[in-house]
């Protein structure tokens, strides 16, 4: 929450909303010692975190810092104003994060759902922080998106980014997937003649695909549209170069990696 205990007075800046004649009587620090100059009333008016405009009758202008930085105080700010709503489509993803969790902190409302459209829309630029933001707030359809993209992440990542109790949920979650995939990735049984020369089927090219995606992203197995995208290139590489004994048991191979896919949970049963 902000915090009126600031050291020196600086000037009083303006208004960065251009055109806005409103008297300043509020300067807010940031985290990178930049300052704002705004108005209580909209402060109260539009969300809910910020002292209200009554306790700062005593003074012409009320001094206070917060946590968050420059960037993500001024478009709070821009959600602050009678305006139309900033641009968020091309914020930088790490920005458009800290904007929401700060929207959340001070309950602009404006600022929230339109935040967690946009998050939502892009969760693959940052999963593992958009996994923590939806864990924190509880927005189960954006958890179960982000979750199968974070597998890849590491634990030193992981623990920066989800905190204590989101580390322990993910742990859990990434376990399980681990445990239900790692008997199922074993080798396609090739059949006469490339059953000691696999790398001369047309076949084997497939297998070693997917398994080095599946090890670069292994969440992707989880995903919309994974298994037709498989199947696809086993019809594709048959019409090329036939091989019926070989391709059932690459398609064997696949569907067993499905049905697995099948049976494991969404991340929100852990929350």
């Not at 509020?26 to 930049?34: C, E, G, L, M």
């Not at 982000?146 to 742990?171: C, K, Q, T, V, Y």
């Not at 599946?214 to 298994?227: A, C, D, M, N």
Request: proline content about 7%; glycine content about 4%; overall charge negative.
């Amino acid at each position: 929450m902000p915090n009126e205990d600031v050291e020196e007075e600086p000037d009083v800046p303006s208004c960065h909303v251009p055109d806005c004649t409103l008297p300043i009587d509020v300067v807010i620090k940031t985290s990178d010692a930049k300052y704002f100059g705004t108005h209580l009333q909209n402060l109260e008016s539009y969300g809910e975190g910020f002292p209200p405009a009554s306790l700062g009758k005593r003074k012409r202008v009320n001094y206070m810092d917060i946590e968050e930085d420059s960037d993500v105080l001024s478009l709070m700010l821009d959600f602050m104003h009678k305006q139309p709503q900033p641009d968020l489509q091309q914020l930088q993803i790490k920005v458009l994060v800290r904007l929401a969790e700060a929207a959340e902190k001070y309950l602009i409302y404006s600022a929230i759902s339109i935040c967690r459209v946009m998050i939502g829309n892009r969760i693959p630029e940052a999963p593992l922080e958009i996994l923590g933001y939806a864990i924190k707030h509880n927005y189960h359809n954006i958890a179960n998106k982000a979750a199968p993209l974070s597998l890849e992440s590491s634990w030193n990542d992981a623990r920066r980014e989800l905190g204590a109790s989101g580390l322990i949920l993910w742990a859990e979650y990434r376990e399980y997937f681990h445990s239900l995939f790692r008997g199922r990735l074993y080798p396609v049984q090739f059949h006469p003649p490339f059953q000691y020369a696999p790398r001369l089927c047309s076949e084997y090219d497939i297998q070693v695909n997917v398994l080095n995606r599946l090890f670069k992203s292994p969440g992707t197995v989880l995903s919309e549209g994974w298994k037709d995208q498989q199947m696809a290139s086993v019809d594709l590489e048959h019409d090329m170069e036939p091989c019926s004994d070989c391709e059932e048991g690459l398609r064997l191979w696949l569907q067993n990696l499905v049905d697995a896919a099948e049976l494991f949970p969404k991340f929100s049963t852990l929350l």
